[in-house]
Protein backbone atom coordinates (compact mmCIF):
# COMPACT_ATOMS: atom_id res chain seq x y z
CA UNK A 1 0.00 0.00 0.00
CA UNK A 2 1.10 3.75 -0.50
CA UNK A 3 2.54 5.76 1.83
CA UNK A 4 -0.02 8.49 2.43
CA UNK A 5 -2.69 6.76 1.57
CA UNK A 6 -6.12 7.20 2.99
CA UNK A 7 -9.39 5.52 1.82
CA UNK A 8 -11.72 7.64 4.15
CA UNK A 9 -10.33 11.26 3.38
CA UNK A 10 -11.79 13.45 0.25
CA UNK A 11 -9.74 15.15 -1.68
CA UNK A 12 -10.70 18.99 -0.86
CA UNK A 13 -13.35 20.52 -2.54
CA UNK A 14 -13.25 24.02 -0.83
CA UNK A 15 -12.26 27.18 -2.45
CA UNK A 16 -9.30 27.03 -4.80
CA UNK A 17 -9.89 23.31 -5.11
CA UNK A 18 -10.95 21.57 -8.21
CA UNK A 19 -14.48 20.21 -7.93
CA UNK A 20 -14.99 19.33 -11.58
CA UNK A 21 -12.27 16.52 -11.51
CA UNK A 22 -13.14 13.01 -12.01
CA UNK A 23 -12.21 10.64 -9.42
CA UNK A 24 -11.04 7.50 -10.46
CA UNK A 25 -10.85 3.57 -7.88
CA UNK A 26 -8.28 0.63 -7.87
CA UNK A 27 -8.97 -1.24 -10.80
CA UNK A 28 -10.65 0.97 -12.84
CA UNK A 29 -9.56 1.18 -16.57
CA UNK A 30 -8.80 4.26 -18.08
CA UNK A 31 -6.35 6.25 -20.52
CA UNK A 32 -3.38 8.06 -19.23
CA UNK A 33 -0.72 10.43 -20.36
CA UNK A 34 2.45 8.72 -19.74
CA UNK A 35 5.79 10.79 -18.99
CA UNK A 36 7.63 8.67 -21.43
CA UNK A 37 6.36 9.25 -24.79
CA UNK A 38 3.83 11.96 -24.17
CA UNK A 39 1.72 9.77 -25.57
CA UNK A 40 -2.03 8.67 -24.38
CA UNK A 41 -2.01 4.85 -23.15
CA UNK A 42 -4.72 2.37 -22.62
CA UNK A 43 -4.18 2.03 -17.91
CA UNK A 44 -4.77 0.31 -14.79
CA UNK A 45 -5.29 2.46 -11.91
CA UNK A 46 -3.56 0.45 -8.84
CA UNK A 47 -3.82 3.11 -6.55
CA UNK A 48 -4.26 6.08 -5.32
CA UNK A 49 -3.57 8.99 -2.27
CA UNK A 50 -4.27 12.41 -1.61
CA UNK A 51 -1.52 15.18 -1.95
CA UNK A 52 -2.20 18.48 -1.56
CA UNK A 53 -5.77 18.19 -1.86
CA UNK A 54 -5.98 15.89 -4.99
CA UNK A 55 -6.01 12.89 -5.84
CA UNK A 56 -2.67 11.16 -7.33
CA UNK A 57 -2.85 7.92 -9.19
CA UNK A 58 -0.48 5.50 -9.43
CA UNK A 59 -1.15 3.44 -12.98
CA UNK A 60 -0.11 0.51 -14.63
CA UNK A 61 0.72 0.64 -18.53
CA UNK A 62 -1.52 -2.25 -20.01
CA UNK A 63 0.60 -4.47 -22.06
CA UNK A 64 3.91 -2.26 -20.88
CA UNK A 65 6.40 -3.31 -18.40
CA UNK A 66 5.70 -2.56 -15.17
CA UNK A 67 8.78 -0.59 -14.72
CA UNK A 68 6.82 2.27 -17.16
CA UNK A 69 4.75 2.39 -13.70
CA UNK A 70 4.45 5.43 -12.42
CA UNK A 71 2.27 8.26 -10.21
CA UNK A 72 0.28 10.85 -12.29
CA UNK A 73 -2.25 13.70 -11.58
CA UNK A 74 -6.06 13.46 -12.49
CA UNK A 75 -4.99 15.83 -15.73
CA UNK A 76 -3.41 13.29 -17.15
CA UNK A 77 -6.55 10.73 -16.82
CA UNK A 78 -9.48 10.13 -19.43
CA UNK A 79 -12.46 7.84 -19.12
CA UNK A 80 -11.44 4.47 -20.33
CA UNK A 81 -12.88 3.95 -24.05
CA UNK A 82 -12.24 0.98 -26.42
CA UNK A 83 -10.03 3.00 -28.93
CA UNK A 84 -8.34 5.74 -27.40
CA UNK A 85 -8.50 9.07 -28.17
CA UNK A 86 -5.76 10.57 -30.59
CA UNK A 87 -3.33 11.83 -28.45
CA UNK A 88 -2.85 15.70 -27.88
CA UNK A 89 0.94 15.28 -28.64
CA UNK A 90 1.43 15.17 -32.68
CA UNK A 91 4.12 12.58 -33.80
CA UNK A 92 6.11 15.07 -35.09
CA UNK A 93 6.54 17.17 -31.90
CA UNK A 94 8.24 13.77 -29.97
CA UNK A 95 11.39 12.91 -29.77
CA UNK A 96 13.33 10.79 -31.91
CA UNK A 97 16.44 8.57 -31.39
CA UNK A 98 19.09 9.30 -33.50
CA UNK A 99 21.45 6.70 -35.25
CA UNK A 100 24.33 7.68 -32.38
CA UNK A 101 21.46 7.20 -29.61
CA UNK A 102 20.54 10.74 -28.58
CA UNK A 103 17.56 11.88 -27.82
CA UNK A 104 17.09 14.91 -31.30
CA UNK A 105 14.77 17.88 -31.38
CA UNK A 106 11.32 17.69 -33.48
CA UNK A 107 11.53 20.64 -35.21
CA UNK A 108 14.68 18.93 -37.19
CA UNK A 109 16.84 22.12 -35.97
CA UNK A 110 19.83 19.39 -35.39
CA UNK A 111 19.66 20.66 -31.95
CA UNK A 112 20.09 17.46 -29.11
CA UNK A 113 17.56 17.45 -26.30
CA UNK A 114 19.09 17.69 -22.69
CA UNK A 115 17.36 14.85 -21.25
CA UNK A 116 18.30 12.66 -18.50
CA UNK A 117 19.75 9.06 -18.82
CA UNK A 118 16.23 7.99 -17.05
CA UNK A 119 14.17 9.88 -19.76
CA UNK A 120 16.65 8.54 -22.60
CA UNK A 121 16.12 4.58 -20.83
CA UNK A 122 12.31 5.06 -20.41
CA UNK A 123 11.79 6.03 -24.15
CA UNK A 124 13.74 3.15 -25.13
CA UNK A 125 12.28 0.82 -23.04
CA UNK A 126 8.33 2.31 -24.09
CA UNK A 127 9.65 1.73 -27.86
CA UNK A 128 11.11 -1.71 -27.77
CA UNK A 129 14.61 -0.88 -28.40
CA UNK A 130 16.97 -2.70 -27.19
CA UNK A 131 20.35 -0.93 -25.94
CA UNK A 132 23.95 -3.02 -26.39
CA UNK A 133 24.31 -3.76 -23.01
CA UNK A 134 21.05 -3.10 -20.89
CA UNK A 135 20.87 -5.91 -18.27
CA UNK A 136 17.94 -5.81 -15.64
CA UNK A 137 16.15 -9.15 -16.32
CA UNK A 138 15.98 -12.92 -14.80
CA UNK A 139 14.69 -16.16 -15.84
CA UNK A 140 13.29 -16.32 -12.08
CA UNK A 141 13.31 -19.87 -10.76
CA UNK A 142 10.72 -21.08 -12.14
CA UNK A 143 7.80 -18.17 -12.60
CA UNK A 144 6.35 -17.15 -15.77
CA UNK A 145 6.40 -13.75 -17.96
CA UNK A 146 2.83 -13.54 -17.38
CA UNK A 147 3.17 -12.39 -13.81
CA UNK A 148 0.17 -13.91 -11.89
CA UNK A 149 0.40 -11.39 -8.90
CA UNK A 150 -1.23 -8.00 -9.40
CA UNK A 151 0.51 -4.94 -9.94
CA UNK A 152 1.58 -3.32 -6.78
CA UNK A 153 2.94 0.04 -5.92
CA UNK A 154 6.66 0.76 -5.99
CA UNK A 155 7.46 1.82 -2.02
CA UNK A 156 11.22 2.48 -2.61
CA UNK A 157 11.77 5.61 -5.12
CA UNK A 158 15.74 5.41 -4.97
CA UNK A 159 18.66 3.79 -3.14
CA UNK A 160 22.30 5.12 -2.82
CA UNK A 161 24.59 2.70 -3.22
CA UNK A 162 28.19 3.57 -3.23
CA UNK A 163 28.79 6.83 -5.23
CA UNK A 164 25.35 6.54 -7.23
CA UNK A 165 21.97 7.36 -6.83
CA UNK A 166 19.45 5.19 -8.87
CA UNK A 167 15.92 5.61 -9.60
CA UNK A 168 14.54 2.07 -8.95
CA UNK A 169 11.86 0.13 -11.36
CA UNK A 170 9.76 -2.68 -8.89
CA UNK A 171 8.34 -2.75 -5.90
CA UNK A 172 10.78 -4.78 -3.25
CA UNK A 173 10.01 -6.39 0.09
CA UNK A 174 12.06 -4.74 2.41
CA UNK A 175 11.02 -5.54 5.82
CA UNK A 176 9.26 -2.31 7.98
CA UNK A 177 10.11 0.43 8.32
CA UNK A 178 12.31 0.27 5.50
CA UNK A 179 9.59 -0.67 3.15
CA UNK A 180 7.84 3.11 3.78
CA UNK A 181 11.29 4.75 2.88
CA UNK A 182 11.32 6.88 -0.70
CA UNK A 183 14.94 6.14 0.26
CA UNK A 184 17.15 3.69 1.14
CA UNK A 185 21.38 3.83 1.97
CA UNK A 186 22.93 0.63 0.99
CA UNK A 187 26.10 -0.28 1.81
CA UNK A 188 27.54 -1.57 -1.57
CA UNK A 189 30.30 -4.17 0.30
CA UNK A 190 27.58 -5.98 2.64
CA UNK A 191 24.36 -4.83 0.96
CA UNK A 192 22.84 -3.78 4.41
CA UNK A 193 20.51 -0.88 4.28
CA UNK A 194 19.65 1.98 6.45
CA UNK A 195 17.09 4.50 6.34
CA UNK A 196 19.64 7.72 7.27
CA UNK A 197 23.12 8.54 5.69
CA UNK A 198 24.54 9.04 8.62
CA UNK A 199 23.92 5.35 9.66
CA UNK A 200 25.24 3.84 6.67
CA UNK A 201 28.62 6.12 7.54
CA UNK A 202 28.74 4.62 11.10
CA UNK A 203 28.23 1.50 9.31
CA UNK A 204 31.40 2.05 7.00
CA UNK A 205 33.79 3.51 9.47
CA UNK A 206 33.35 0.37 11.30
CA UNK A 207 34.00 -1.91 8.67
CA UNK A 208 37.09 -3.61 8.24
CA UNK A 209 36.09 -6.16 4.70
CA UNK A 210 35.27 -4.81 1.44
CA UNK A 211 34.65 -7.55 -0.59
CA UNK A 212 31.51 -10.28 -0.93
CA UNK A 213 31.78 -12.60 1.71
CA UNK A 214 32.89 -15.48 -0.64
CA UNK A 215 36.09 -16.75 -2.72
CA UNK A 216 37.65 -14.64 -5.37
CA UNK A 217 37.65 -17.33 -8.02
CA UNK A 218 38.57 -14.81 -11.29
CA UNK A 219 40.37 -11.40 -11.35
CA UNK A 220 40.96 -9.54 -14.94
CA UNK A 221 44.27 -9.93 -16.26
CA UNK A 222 46.84 -6.82 -15.83
CA UNK A 223 47.41 -4.35 -18.81
CA UNK A 224 50.76 -5.00 -21.08
CA UNK A 225 53.99 -3.95 -19.51
CA UNK A 226 54.55 0.18 -20.52
CA UNK A 227 50.43 0.59 -21.30
CA UNK A 228 48.87 1.59 -18.07
CA UNK A 229 46.32 2.72 -19.58
CA UNK A 230 45.15 0.13 -21.75
CA UNK A 231 41.94 -1.57 -22.16
CA UNK A 232 40.44 -4.45 -24.38
CA UNK A 233 39.98 -8.28 -25.09
CA UNK A 234 39.96 -9.53 -21.13
CA UNK A 235 41.39 -6.43 -19.87
CA UNK A 236 39.44 -3.54 -18.33
CA UNK A 237 39.89 -0.27 -16.90
CA UNK A 238 38.75 -0.73 -14.00
CA UNK A 239 39.73 -4.24 -13.44
CA UNK A 240 36.85 -6.42 -12.70
CA UNK A 241 36.97 -9.78 -9.77
CA UNK A 242 34.11 -12.21 -9.55
CA UNK A 243 33.42 -14.02 -6.33
CA UNK A 244 31.42 -16.96 -5.72
CA UNK A 245 29.09 -16.51 -2.72
CA UNK A 246 27.34 -19.79 -1.26
CA UNK A 247 23.97 -18.87 -0.34
CA UNK A 248 23.75 -21.33 2.84
CA UNK A 249 27.30 -19.87 3.99
CA UNK A 250 26.40 -15.92 3.39
CA UNK A 251 22.87 -15.94 4.00
CA UNK A 252 22.09 -12.60 5.23
CA UNK A 253 24.37 -10.92 2.41
CA UNK A 254 22.52 -13.00 -0.06
CA UNK A 255 19.12 -12.42 1.29
CA UNK A 256 19.84 -8.62 0.92
CA UNK A 257 21.42 -9.09 -2.66
CA UNK A 258 17.80 -10.85 -3.21
CA UNK A 259 16.18 -7.69 -1.63
CA UNK A 260 18.61 -5.60 -4.06
CA UNK A 261 17.69 -7.00 -6.81
CA UNK A 262 13.98 -6.96 -6.84
CA UNK A 263 14.11 -3.44 -7.09
CA UNK A 264 15.34 -4.29 -10.81
CA UNK A 265 13.65 -7.19 -11.49
CA UNK A 266 10.25 -7.63 -12.06
CA UNK A 267 10.32 -11.43 -12.31
CA UNK A 268 12.58 -12.25 -9.20
CA UNK A 269 10.55 -13.83 -6.33
CA UNK A 270 13.38 -15.46 -4.29
CA UNK A 271 14.02 -13.46 -1.71
CA UNK A 272 14.91 -16.26 1.56
CA UNK A 273 15.38 -19.65 0.41
CA UNK A 274 19.11 -19.16 -1.12
CA UNK A 275 20.74 -22.33 0.88
CA UNK A 276 20.74 -24.12 -2.87
CA UNK A 277 22.17 -21.47 -5.10
CA UNK A 278 25.77 -19.90 -5.57
CA UNK A 279 25.90 -16.54 -6.32
CA UNK A 280 28.48 -15.15 -8.60
CA UNK A 281 29.14 -11.21 -7.25
CA UNK A 282 31.25 -9.29 -10.22
CA UNK A 283 33.57 -6.47 -8.99
CA UNK A 284 34.74 -3.55 -9.81
CA UNK A 285 37.99 -2.82 -8.00
CA UNK A 286 40.35 0.14 -6.69
CA UNK A 287 42.28 1.02 -3.90
CA UNK A 288 38.78 1.26 -1.75
CA UNK A 289 37.30 -1.84 -2.61
CA UNK A 290 35.57 -4.24 -4.70
CA UNK A 291 32.17 -2.02 -5.95
CA UNK A 292 29.47 -4.30 -6.68
CA UNK A 293 28.18 -4.03 -10.21
CA UNK A 294 25.92 -7.13 -10.91
CA UNK A 295 25.30 -10.84 -10.65
CA UNK A 296 24.25 -13.83 -11.61
CA UNK A 297 23.28 -17.15 -9.62
CA UNK A 298 22.94 -20.76 -10.45
CA UNK A 299 21.43 -23.87 -8.69
CA UNK A 300 24.26 -26.11 -6.90
CA UNK A 301 22.35 -28.95 -7.88
CA UNK A 302 20.64 -28.81 -11.12
CA UNK A 303 19.42 -32.13 -13.02
CA UNK A 304 18.38 -29.66 -16.04
CA UNK A 305 21.27 -27.77 -18.27
CA UNK A 306 20.87 -24.90 -16.57
CA UNK A 307 23.84 -22.79 -15.79
CA UNK A 308 21.88 -19.62 -14.94
CA UNK A 309 19.06 -18.45 -12.62
CA UNK A 310 19.15 -14.60 -12.76
CA UNK A 311 21.22 -12.31 -13.70
CA UNK A 312 21.14 -8.30 -13.17
CA UNK A 313 23.69 -5.69 -13.68
CA UNK A 314 22.95 -2.07 -11.84
CA UNK A 315 21.38 0.51 -13.67
CA UNK A 316 24.63 2.46 -13.01
CA UNK A 317 26.83 0.02 -14.14
CA UNK A 318 24.88 -0.57 -17.42
CA UNK A 319 25.95 -0.40 -20.75
CA UNK A 320 29.48 -0.97 -19.97
CA UNK A 321 29.76 -4.72 -21.34
CA UNK A 322 29.35 -6.46 -17.96
CA UNK A 323 25.81 -8.13 -18.71
CA UNK A 324 27.19 -9.77 -21.88
CA UNK A 325 30.57 -10.41 -19.66
CA UNK A 326 28.23 -12.23 -16.90
CA UNK A 327 26.86 -14.53 -19.57
CA UNK A 328 29.79 -15.12 -21.14
CA UNK A 329 31.14 -16.14 -17.60
CA UNK A 330 28.36 -18.69 -16.97
CA UNK A 331 29.02 -20.30 -20.00
CA UNK A 332 32.69 -20.77 -19.30
CA UNK A 333 32.02 -22.18 -16.16
CA UNK A 334 29.73 -24.72 -18.04
CA UNK A 335 32.56 -25.75 -20.26
CA UNK A 336 34.58 -26.41 -17.00
CA UNK A 337 31.42 -28.61 -15.40
CA UNK A 338 31.87 -30.75 -18.88
CA UNK A 339 28.38 -29.56 -20.11
CA UNK A 340 26.27 -27.42 -22.04
CA UNK A 341 24.13 -24.47 -20.24
CA UNK A 342 21.50 -22.34 -20.89
CA UNK A 343 19.52 -20.31 -18.52
CA UNK A 344 16.59 -20.78 -16.39
CA UNK A 345 13.43 -20.27 -18.25
CA UNK A 346 11.11 -18.17 -18.60
CA UNK A 347 13.28 -14.87 -19.60
CA UNK A 348 12.14 -11.97 -19.22
CA UNK A 349 11.78 -9.13 -22.15
CA UNK A 350 15.12 -7.92 -21.35
CA UNK A 351 16.88 -11.20 -20.98
CA UNK A 352 15.52 -12.55 -24.50
CA UNK A 353 17.02 -10.01 -25.73
CA UNK A 354 20.16 -10.23 -24.22
CA UNK A 355 20.66 -14.06 -24.54
CA UNK A 356 19.94 -13.99 -28.29
CA UNK A 357 22.47 -11.04 -28.57
CA UNK A 358 25.06 -13.25 -27.14
CA UNK A 359 24.19 -16.30 -28.87
CA UNK A 360 24.00 -14.62 -32.04
CA UNK A 361 28.13 -13.43 -31.57
CA UNK A 362 29.54 -16.46 -30.74
CA UNK A 363 27.83 -17.98 -33.17
CA UNK A 364 28.24 -16.12 -35.82
CA UNK A 365 31.95 -15.64 -34.92
CA UNK A 366 32.56 -19.69 -35.00
CA UNK A 367 30.53 -19.70 -38.54
CA UNK A 368 33.53 -17.33 -39.45
CA UNK A 369 35.99 -19.48 -38.67
CA UNK A 370 34.81 -23.05 -39.74
CA UNK A 371 35.14 -24.14 -43.28
CA UNK A 372 33.27 -26.40 -44.55
CA UNK A 373 29.73 -28.14 -42.98
CA UNK A 374 29.41 -28.54 -39.16
CA UNK A 375 26.93 -29.76 -37.27
CA UNK A 376 24.41 -28.52 -34.33
CA UNK A 377 26.39 -30.68 -32.16
CA UNK A 378 29.72 -29.64 -33.09
CA UNK A 379 28.45 -25.90 -32.87
CA UNK A 380 26.96 -27.19 -29.34
CA UNK A 381 30.30 -28.44 -27.88
CA UNK A 382 32.72 -25.39 -28.99
CA UNK A 383 30.30 -23.20 -27.38
CA UNK A 384 28.81 -24.76 -24.57
CA UNK A 385 25.60 -23.37 -26.29
CA UNK A 386 22.34 -25.83 -25.85
CA UNK A 387 21.22 -27.47 -29.12
CA UNK A 388 17.58 -25.94 -29.11
CA UNK A 389 19.06 -22.54 -28.22
CA UNK A 390 21.55 -22.86 -31.92
CA UNK A 391 18.75 -23.84 -33.42
CA UNK A 392 16.45 -20.91 -32.59
CA UNK A 393 19.24 -18.43 -32.90
CA UNK A 394 20.22 -19.66 -36.75
CA UNK A 395 16.59 -19.97 -37.58
CA UNK A 396 16.03 -16.32 -37.02
CA UNK A 397 19.16 -15.24 -39.01
CA UNK A 398 18.12 -17.58 -41.91
CA UNK A 399 21.21 -19.49 -41.50
CA UNK A 400 19.61 -23.06 -41.24
CA UNK A 401 17.76 -25.08 -42.76
CA UNK A 402 15.25 -28.20 -41.83
CA UNK A 403 15.19 -31.11 -44.70
CA UNK A 404 14.72 -34.41 -43.98
CA UNK A 405 13.51 -34.59 -40.14
CA UNK A 406 16.85 -32.86 -39.43
CA UNK A 407 18.60 -29.44 -38.95
CA UNK A 408 21.35 -28.59 -41.50
CA UNK A 409 23.68 -25.15 -41.03
CA UNK A 410 23.79 -23.32 -44.39
CA UNK A 411 26.11 -20.56 -43.52
CA UNK A 412 26.53 -18.64 -46.65
CA UNK A 413 30.17 -16.77 -46.01
CA UNK A 414 28.21 -13.50 -47.22
CA UNK A 415 25.57 -13.79 -45.29
CA UNK A 416 27.64 -14.57 -42.56
CA UNK A 417 29.65 -11.50 -42.70
CA UNK A 418 26.53 -9.14 -43.15
CA UNK A 419 25.40 -10.11 -39.86
CA UNK A 420 28.76 -10.29 -38.38
CA UNK A 421 29.45 -6.41 -39.37
CA UNK A 422 26.17 -5.22 -36.84
CA UNK A 423 28.55 -6.61 -34.14
CA UNK A 424 32.47 -5.81 -35.32
CA UNK A 425 32.03 -2.55 -33.57
CA UNK A 426 31.09 -3.87 -30.06
CA UNK A 427 32.90 -3.29 -27.06
CA UNK A 428 33.05 -6.63 -25.58
CA UNK A 429 35.11 -8.34 -22.60
CA UNK A 430 36.15 -11.71 -23.03
CA UNK A 431 36.87 -13.92 -20.09
CA UNK A 432 40.20 -15.02 -19.66
CA UNK A 433 39.53 -18.79 -18.57
CA UNK A 434 43.77 -18.54 -17.00
CA UNK A 435 42.62 -16.04 -14.90
CA UNK A 436 39.43 -18.28 -13.79
CA UNK A 437 40.66 -20.34 -10.66
CA UNK A 438 37.60 -22.60 -10.14
CA UNK A 439 36.64 -26.16 -10.01
CA UNK A 440 33.29 -27.74 -9.94
CA UNK A 441 31.40 -29.06 -7.08
CA UNK A 442 31.90 -32.87 -6.74
CA UNK A 443 28.83 -34.78 -7.73
CA UNK A 444 26.86 -36.47 -5.60
CA UNK A 445 27.58 -39.75 -5.22
CA UNK A 446 24.60 -42.71 -3.94
CA UNK A 447 25.68 -44.35 -0.79
CA UNK A 448 25.50 -47.86 -0.45
CA UNK A 449 23.80 -49.79 1.78
CA UNK A 450 25.25 -51.88 4.23
Not at 60 to 69: F, S
Not at 180 to 194: H, I, M, P, R, W
Not at 205 to 224: C, F, N, Q, T, V
Request: hydrophobic share 30%; net charge positive.
Amino acid sequence: MAEGRDDDARPNTGRGASTSAAVFEPGQKATCIASFDGQQHPAEIVDRRIERGEYVYYVHYIERDRRLDEWVTVDKLSSWATTPRPSLARLDTLPSISVGGDLTSPTGDGNTLKVTRRLKRKYEEAHHLAGDDHHGHGGDHGHDKDHHHPPRVKNIQVIEFGRYEMDTWYYSPYPEPYASCTKLYLCEYTLKYFRKKKTLLRHLAKLDIRHPPGDEIYRSPPPPPGQPNYSGGAVTKPPISVFEVDGKKAKVYCQNLCLLSKLFLDHKTLYYDVDPFLFYVMCERDQHGYHMVGYFSKEKSCMEDYNLACILTLPAYQRKGYGKFLIAFAYELSRREGRVGTPERPLSDLGAVSFRSYWTRVLLEQLRNVKGDVSIKEMSDATMIRGQDIVETLQSLGLIKYWKGTHLIHADPRVVQEHWAKFAHQRVIEVDPACLHWQPLPAPTARKRP
